[in-house]
């Protein structure tokens, strides 16, 4: 491509910018040659005339298309350069907040100054066994890789991990050294990888400190070497350091602090061991407080000093030796606030006797204090002839002290590394090694010394290593693809580090310059100028004489020579040094000791690592004033040298550290700090070096499924190889060959081509997407015109339909406007008429009403006249009748009287026949009674006044005619007018008296007879009422009996239809199963029979089938008798169990209730039917004496007149001492009478004798009969007997529910409720017992029946057996034995009987050598029956060793298998199923209630008897758990290597997904054609493969399901947190792809019906996910969205999915970070743990539920093939 076509209008590049060093514009003219400027357009839309340099190819950096923006790897960027790689990073860090990218072989890292849940266990399991390409870039890729080329190329490996202070290179090696120890566990017991990651924090304590830059700055160098076995696993450790800043134990800048452990111990100084440190705050001590604050925001220095503590413990660190150590930290503490007072002569310096500080160093250390205090103030100075002792100032005793400070800690570092490194060595011999480099970066200080010249030299030498081991890279990768090998030139730093290290070099000049005697750092800068003035890569500052500038690979260094030569020495005076060898504590005088070097050198294998000799970086301390003693830079430089060697031997991997700002800032970037960082740590090299060649890499397979878009359909269904295709459509693109290259697998291409190929690309969519919206447009203007014109016609319509309506309610109302008039008209005309009307009719109205009153008047006034006449006559009638009705009362009473007597005597006779109505209405028969005896007593009474009347009347008549008589005699004596007239008077008075008691006695007759008609009629009265009330009973009765059998028959229709089918099918079975003995039976009759002729032996055998039949009557119990058993049973159930037990059982207690009851009824019916028997064995006799004389003499006379007429027969009849047979009889009497109906001649009937023999059947005929009577009168009474007790049973049912119809009725609405459902569980529950009974009754009779059945096989098969014994008698004996076997075999009670010593054989037959073949066409779980059976006979024989030692055996053999067949499937299956069904068998057959409710009554007999096998229930169960997680395990296995591949990366919906360009990193997947590569039908097969193993094995469903969650969980959890470590997968084509296959795991599960197994339920937060993927993500509305569907992720998940979502074509929108923003702020109610990602190792608590089997162990088939003959069948 030209320079035209490139720089055109629309096109985007970079300039400098001195804020953001790069600055984005966009050309808005294009480029013509010859132009001096570009026309540019800020992003703020800034005009800008840009100049450039045709001449010198001096145009601005082009900028990548956004679809390349963000990538993981910076090589897959199509322009490389600085300002791509700078924005690259920015925009993954601040917008997706990554902190990792892919720089070739290099991981840049930034420092996010903030915690991120990305470090987890579960983040290390999910990179585990990754490729580097699979996963987004992570520290803990990186370590993998190394981990796995170590163990894949046998090569130790190191990672080298470099940056700035601050920029997070310890935090990036701990985690790097902590993935080791997660994946790499020791293999011993020893935890060594909790020793190697212990040893962080005690190192962090003694050698990091705050600075300006970092909270936890390291300041030594150090690498670690964790040593590996063969099998990979961790043994050992070792740790090299390198140029401890001693000088800031006695130094520290503004804001910045001494090494941690000093504020550690002084945070912990309460503590109660630490009271003879003297400790004070750090404040107090000099040491600590020079910095000023000497805090750090958020850090516990005393938790931080207890981890230390606990590191020290773990590491095998002793309490004492602890304790020395805090000892010597507090002593330097304490040396640092010694008071040193100056002399006045001011050459000379002293302390004071009572310095505290000075006594505590002392005494801490164990040296004498005066030696202390005069050698602090004094030096010895040594020559040839004397020694002198001077004096020195304060500012030199200052300089001492702070030496000495500084020796004594540099030498503690050195021992607790010492003994850091002998806590992490081993014996094992070391197979191979990782090591992790943790060194400074690079650094510039505004005042640079010795420190940072020795830094800076450390990584010219690294700097070197990396761009020769990046260029040989390169190299292998062009040799590899068989690219043509150009040169290229790459920056080599090889002057710069001679400039230092070589002969006369920099650090030669600095040791002589040490060894001479008055050397000075003015002197040394001076023979630097001399030396190497001319040298390019040296310089001389312009306004200085003690300085000068080194120019590094990666910047200018201006270094001062102050301080130079002294650091360099390192000199600490001699005495004091004695003075601490002396000391009494053994620790202190140990660190000062000459010797050699004490840190143990690393152990080496003699592999790959025995060429390289690795020794200890810190050389042997000697004697301060010793001539050869080595410098520190000499020392640093051999160090340096061996740690060169060891990283040359190794494999390096590349951690660069970049600090994006100064401020700690979490997530601010400064593009200034970033690129001088970049450049420093030569990611910018890398980048060079790439771009100098082909840095585009894309396989062809990958190449062609991006880039098919651009070739033609005919050039795509062409069937050739994809190489050939993909070479066509280059040669077309691109016409400058040189721009690519096609290699082996891959095609490379030069800068700036694929981002030419991304812009062919867009155009080809833009150009679709304008036909696209093009065709789209026209389709809907079409479909809003024509939706337009429909709307237009509807108008026209409505309108036209409106004047219509309008035109049409105008005439309506104007036709209705006439009507209204016509009307009203009317109305007020018909009103008029109305008017007029009403006043005619009222006036005729009171007209006629008064002519009608006067008729009325006249009427009323007859009628009352009538009415009077007719009270008269009445009066006068009704008098005359009461006259002679008085009389014909008097007759009637009398006469009725008469009649009353008679039906009383009647009614006395009816009444006692009437005994039952008696009882029925005793009390209306007493009320008769009662009032008949009223009666009674009035008719007495009656009778004595009659009487009394009688006697007064005839005592009165005889008085009035003695009266009479007197009157006369006194007339006629006396003639006298005044007696006449007063006898006249007397006899009036006595006739007024007679009169008076003529009207009492009609009184009392009158009241006499009412009271008698009252009484009748009270008495017919009760009579009707007594029959009603007999009605009413009998209705009643029949309504209770209709209900009672309606409610009987609503509720058991069903029931009793099911049980009378059930009863036919078995009767006809039954009836089968009889047809077919009686077949077999006759068979063996005859075969019996023609055996008998044969063997002809006389004499009678009994017929078998007699027996048979008995035993079948027998076998046949009548239902009273199983009651009877039942009930037995029942008591004999209380009596074992107690009656406390038995009374809490419901079904028990109704059990035997109900058979009181029976009882009961039974004693009563037997009880009347004895009295019945006792009464009637009397009458019997009796009649039947009569019946046999009244039939003897009938006989006799017949008998008599035969016996004239036949004398002679009678003598010669041959059967009249016979018996007669009764049917003999019977034909003989009919013949008789047929014979008498023609004729009479006895002498005809009495030829043959026949008389005679038709008497004596008469007489049997005439007892037959009469038996036949008897037998039916007997039946007939027991019949109504029955009925009579079924009445009673019946009338005091219907009492008791009226009663309780009655209580009922009496309780409130919810009694009457709880009250009706509590009666109607007793009568269900009562039904139901009846219905067992039945149901077992039935059983019982079946199993009877199929016994009989196998019985008569039994039988025949014994007789097809003697036949042939008979007919072969070669083989009796074999075949008797045979028989014998078979007889056995019919009492199998289930139960195997072995000896012991056959024990090991059964484990071994059953479990060891068992292969689930060989079971696979029996029973499921054959061997789990085949164990319970033996366990049963031994339980059975009370043998408890037996049993403990079997079980024990079995589950150790079980065990065994499983440990050998640790990863088959079907082998784990069949053990958990028949480890499950041995545990059921042992719940369902152990007697525990619980366990037996599905038991049938055969099953029960095969309960254990004599042990209780919980504790072993307990083991099994347990066993069971363990072969269910190794079933789990493996399954996990197989699937997770699928899972990847086939959910995310299976293109099951084609052409869906597009390729992004992947970089130096590819992802093993992206290859079509690769051996891992799986489709999601794999998973499936392979769950069906699962599934079917475990169905057919006979494993518990429920377990199945379990099963099946916890994979469909394994499969969410990895296919989740892939999702959430890779960029390149979250996308919306990814979304879509991911919902389709989930939707076939769904599908699989319902065919195998498994939607309740909650395995659809554990994919919900991987179907979120592909929902979140696929929804758009811009506006507040769908975020609200997105937090309402998303309930299943948490929010670290969502906001990572959004910082992760990547557009595939570059149509797509990002999601902006104000949306993620939004996100987040809708989502802090949440209360959720801070998880990121899925532990896909979890697994859900296994649960067994109890599954009984419906098989009885008696059935069960033992095949030959298992090799158990040894067992017994008992």
């Known amino acids: 491509m030209s320079v035209t076509e490139l720089y055109s209008r629309y096109t985007r590049v970079w300039i400098p910018d001195p804020e953001e060093v790069w600055k984005s514009a966009e050309i808005i003219k294009d480029y013509k040659e010859g132009d001096k400027t570009l026309h540019l357009k800020l992003e703020d839309e800034t005009l800008l005339e840009y100049p450039i340099d045709a001449k010198a190819n001096k145009f601005p950096f082009l900028r990548n298309p956004d679809i390349l923006v963000g990538e993981n790897d910076l090589t897959a960027l199509s322009y490389l350069h600085e300002p791509a790689v700078l924005h690259n990073l920015k925009v993954r860090f601040l917008e997706s907040n990554h902190i990792y990218t892919y720089c070739g072989i290099v991981l840049v890292a930034i420092n996010p100054y903030e915690q991120l849940p990305i470090y987890g266990q579960d983040v290390i399991y999910a990179y585990s066994g990754q490729n580097m390409g699979d996963m987004d870039p992570h520290i803990f890729a990186v370590a993998e890789e190394a981990y796995k080329q170590m163990a894949r190329d046998e090569k130790n490996q190191s990672i080298i991990v470099s940056g700035e202070s601050g920029a997070g290179k310890t935090v990036s090696a701990k985690y790097a050294m902590r993935y080791f120890a997660s994946v790499g566990g020791s293999s011993s017991e020893t935890n060594i990888e909790e020793k190697v990651l212990a040893s962080s924090p005690i190192m962090e304590a003694i050698g990091n400190a705050k600075t300006t830059r970092n909270d936890n700055s390291s300041r030594f160098g150090k690498y670690i070497q964790i040593g590996f076995d063969k099998r990979y696993h961790i043994i050992g450790a070792n740790m090299r350091t390198y140029l401890l800043e001693k000088s800031r134990v006695v130094f520290q800048a503004d804001d910045e602090r001494n090494y941690h452990i000093f504020y550690q111990l002084c945070a912990s100084a309460s503590l109660p061991e630490f009271k003879e440190l003297s400790l004070m705050p750090a404040e107090n001590f000099l040491y600590t407080s020079l910095g000023g604050d000497t805090s750090i925001e958020g850090v516990d220095d005393a938790d931080d000093f207890e981890k230390t503590r606990h590191a020290f413990t773990l590491l095998g660190v002793k309490d004492s030796h602890q304790l020395a150590i805090f000892k010597i930290l507090a002593a330097i503490l304490h040396l640092g606030n010694v008071d040193l007072q100056p002399e006045r002569d001011g050459e000379s310096s002293s302390i004071s006797k009572q310095d505290e500080h000075l006594h505590n160093f002392c005494r801490l250390l164990g ?70 480099l943790d060194i400074y970066g690079f650094e510039t200080f505004e005042v640079n010394s010795f420190e940072q010249f020795c830094i800076n030299y450390a990584n010219e030498k690294l700097q070197q290593q990396f761009n020769s081991h990046v260029f040989k890279l390169e190299q292998e990768e062009y040799m590899k693809e068989q690219i043509p090998w150009t040169l290229i030139d790459f920056y080599d730093n090889q002057p710069c580090i001679d400039l230092i290290e070589a002969k006369l070099g920099i650090f030669d000049l600095l040791d002589e310059e040490c060894k001479v005697p008055k050397g000075t750092d003015q002197n040394w800068a001076q023979k630097l100028y001399d030396r190497h003035g001319s040298s390019q890569h040296f310089q001389k500052p312009r306004m200085s004489n003690i300085s000068f500038i080194v120019v590094h690979f990666a910047d200018k260094v201006e270094y001062q020579c102050d301080g130079f030569l002294e650091k360099n020495r390192d000199t600490v005076h001699e005495e004091q040094i004695n003075i601490l060898k002396a000391s009494k504590y053994p620790m202190v005088a140990d660190l000062f000791h000459d010797g050699k070097d004490p840190a143990p050198a690393a152990a080496t294998g003699k592999g790959a690592s025995s060429k390289i000799n690795i020794r200890s970086a810190r050389p042997t301390v000697k004697a301060a004033n010793k001539e050869h003693k080595k410098t520190v830079g000499h ?297 008949q005896r009223k009666i009674d007593e009035q008719n007495k009474e009656y009778k004595l006044l009659t009487e009394q009347f009688s006697a007064a009347a005839t005592s009165h008549s005889t008085e009035i005619e003695k009266l009479k008589k007197e009157l006369q005699r006194y007339q006629r004596k006396k003639g006298d007018a005044n007696q006449l007239a007063s006898l006249q008077e007397e006899i009036d008075s006595l006739r007024l008296a007679l009169e008076k008691a003529h009207g009492e006695r009609k009184i009392v007759e009158d009241t006499y007879t009412k009271e008698k008609d009252v009484l009748r009629k009270r008495i017919s009265d009760l009579e009707e009422e007594n029959a009603l009330l007999k009605q009413e009973k009998e209705e009643l009765n029949n309504k209770i009996l209709c209900q009672s059998e309606d409610e009987f028959a609503q509720n058991a229709v069903k029931e009793n239809l099911l049980t009378k089918k059930e009863l036919e099918e078995e009767r006809v079975r039954y009836q089968n199963l009889v047809q077919e003995y009686s077949r077999l039976e006759q068979r063996y009759d005859n075969l019996r029979d023609e055996m008998a002729i044969i063997k002809q032996t006389p004499g009678h055998r009994r017929n078998p089938s007699n027996q048979s039949s008995l035993e079948s009557d027998s076998n046949y119990p009548s239902i009273s008798t199983s009651e009877v058993g039942d009930t037995e049973d029942a008591i004999q159930q209380v009596e074992e169990v107690g009656m406390e037990k038995a009374a809490m059982d419901m079904t028990l207690f109704l059990k035997l209730q109900k058979r009181v009851r029976e009882l009961e009824q039974e004693r009563k019916k037997l009880q009347s039917q004895l009295e019945k028997r006792e009464n009637e064995s009397k009458k019997p006799q009796v009649i039947e004496m009569k019946n046999e004389m009244d039939l003897d003499r009938d ?29 003999d009889a019977i034909e003989a009497y009919h013949g008789v009478c047929q014979t008498n109906r023609k004729t009479e001649d006895w002498g005809y009937l009495n030829e043959d004798g026949e008389l005679g023999l038709a008497y004596q059947g008469l007489k049997q005929v005439a007892r037959l009969l009469e038996a036949q009577l ?229 099953q029960n007999e095969h309960c254990l008897k004599n042990f209780d096998l919980t504790e072993y229930r307990q083991i099994l169960s347990d066993l069971s758990i363990q072969i269910y997680q190794q079933l789990i395990k493996i399954a996990e296995g197989v699937l997770q290597p699928m899972i990847v591949t086939a959910v995310l990366e299976n293109e099951s919906i084609q052409g869906l997904s597009g390729v992004k360009p992947m970089g130096y990193r590819k992802r093993t997947s992206s290859m079509g054609d690769s051996d891992n590569f799986y489709t999601l039908e794999a998973i499936i097969r392979q769950l069906n493969t699962f599934h079917s193993v475990m169905y057919d094995q006979g494993l518990d469903p429920e377990i199945i399901q379990q099963a099946v969650k916890q994979l469909f969980y394994m499969i969410n959890a990895v296919a989740l947190n892939n999702l959430l470590l890779r960029k390149d997968v979250c996308s919306w084509s990814t979304g879509m792809q991911l919902r389709f296959n989930i939707s076939q795991l769904e599908e699989w599960l319902r065919g195998k019906n498994l939607q309740q197994s909650g395995a659809a339920k554990t994919m919900e937060p991987l179907i979120q996910a592909a929902q979140l993927l696929q929804l758009k993500k811009k506006t507040s509305e769908d975020a609200e969205a997105i937090c309402s569907l998303c309930t299943a992720l948490t929010t670290q998940q969502i906001v990572k999915i959004l910082n992760l979502y990547t557009p595939v074509n570059e149509f797509e929108e990002r999601v902006t970070v104000a949306f993620i923003r939004n996100i987040q702020a809708n989502l802090q109610e949440r209360n959720e743990p801070p998880q990121l990602l899925l532990d896909f190792k979890f697994m859900f608590p296994v649960l067994f539920p109890f599954n009984p089997s419906s098989l009885t162990m008696d059935s069960i088939h033992i095949p030959a093939s298992l090799g158990l003959e040894f067992l017994n069948r008992v």
């Open 1270 to 1498: 008897q037998d039916q009168r007997r039946e007939h009474e027991e019949e109504v007997e029955t009925l009579k007790e079924q009445m009673e049973t019946l009338r005091e049912e219907m009492e008791k529910q009226q009663e309780v119809f009655f209580q009922t009725l009496q309780l409130s609405p919810e009694a009457q409720v709880e009250f009706g459902i509590q009666q109607e569980i007793m009568r269900l529950t009562s039904e139901n017992l009846d219905l067992k009974e039945l149901l077992e009754k039935l059983k019982k009779n079946e199993s009877k029946l199929k016994k009989q059945l196998k019985i008569y096989m039994k039988k025949v098969q014994d007789y097809e057996a003697d036949q042939v014994v008979e007919q072969t008698e070669k083989r009796r004996h074999e075949l008797n034995r045979q028989v014998t076997v078979q007889r056995k075999e019919k009492d199998f009670q289930g139960m195997l009987e072995y000896c012991k010593e056959d024990e090991p054989l059964l484990v071994k037959n059953l479990i060891t050598d068992l292969k689930p073949q060989m079971v696979s066409a029996t029973v499921p779980c054959l061997p789990a029956y085949i164990l319970y059976m033996c366990i049963r006979h031994a339980d059975y024989s009370n043998d408890d060793h037996k049993v403990h030692s079997l079980l024990t055996s079995t589950i150790n053999g079980i065990k065994k298998v499983l440990k050998k067949h640790h990863d088959d499937f079907e082998m784990t299956s069949f053990w958990l199923a028949n480890t499950c069904r041995l545990l059921h068998c042992l719940k369902q057959y152990s007697g525990d209630t619980g366990f037996m409710t599905q038991n049938t009554v055969k």
């Open 367 to 436: 040296v004498e204090h005066s030696q202390m205090e005069h050698w602090l103030c004094h030096r010895k100075l040594v020559t040839t002839s004397e020694t002198y002792i001077k004096n020195m100032s304060v500012q030199q005793v200052v300089n001492a002290r702070n030496a000495l400070a500084k020796h004594i800690y540099a030498q503690l570092f050195n021992w607790i590394v010492q003994h850091i490194n002998k806590a992490l060595h081993t014996t094992v011999k070391q197979h191979s090694f990782i090591g992790v």
């Open 635 to 931: 020392q640093f430089r051999n160090s340096l040298h061996l740690l060169m060697e060891t990283l040359n031997a190794t494999t390096p991997h590349y951690v660069r550290c970049i600090k994006p700002n100064d401020e700690k800032l979490p997530f601010s970037f400064d593009p200034k700090r970033a690129v001088q960082q970049l450049r420093a740590c030569g990611v910018l090299e890398t980048i060079r070096i790439s771009a100098a060649g082909y840095p585009s890499r894309w396989t062809y397979h990958d190449f062609f499924n991006r880039y098919r878009i651009l070739m033609k359909k005919k050039d795509t269904s062409k069937k050739e190889d994809r190489k050939v295709i993909c070479k066509m459509l280059l040669e077309s693109l691109i016409k400058d060959p040189d721009k690519f290259q096609f290699g082996r697998t891959k095609i490379f291409f030069r800068a700036g081509q694929v981002a030419y190929l991304e812009k062919l690309r867009a155009d080809k969519f833009r150009a679709a997407t304008i036909m696209i919206q093009k065709t789209v447009r026209g389709w809907l203007q079409r479909a809003k015109y024509q939706k337009m014109k429909k709307a237009a016609l509807k108008i026209q319509r409505y309108t036209r339909g409106h004047l219509a309506r309008r035109l049409a309610d105008r005439l309506r109302k104007t036709r209705a406007a006439i009507v209204l008039q016509k009307q009203y008209r009317m109305l007020r005309i018909r009103r008029a008429y109305q008017a007029i009307h009403r006043a005619a009719v009222t006036i005729q109205a009171f007209t006629r009403g008064m002519f009608v009153r006067k008729t009325y008047r006249k009427m009323l006034m007859e009628h009352k006249a009538t009415i009077i006449q007719k009270h008269a006559r009445a009066w006068l009638t009704r008098k005359h009748f009461v006259r002679f009705r008085s009389a014909a009362v008097v007759l009637q009473c009398y006469f009725r009287r008469m009649k009353a007597k008679q039906e009383l005597k009647a009614l006395k006779i009816e009444a006692r026949s009437a005994e039952h109505l008696k009882r029925l209405n005793i009390g209306m028969e007493n009320k008769v009674v009662q009032l």
């Open 1195 to 1223: 006989t006799d006379l017949a008998y008599n007149s035969l016996k004239e007429s036949n004398s002679n027969m009678q003598t010669s009849w041959p059967n009249s001492d016979k018996h007669v047979d009764p049917e």
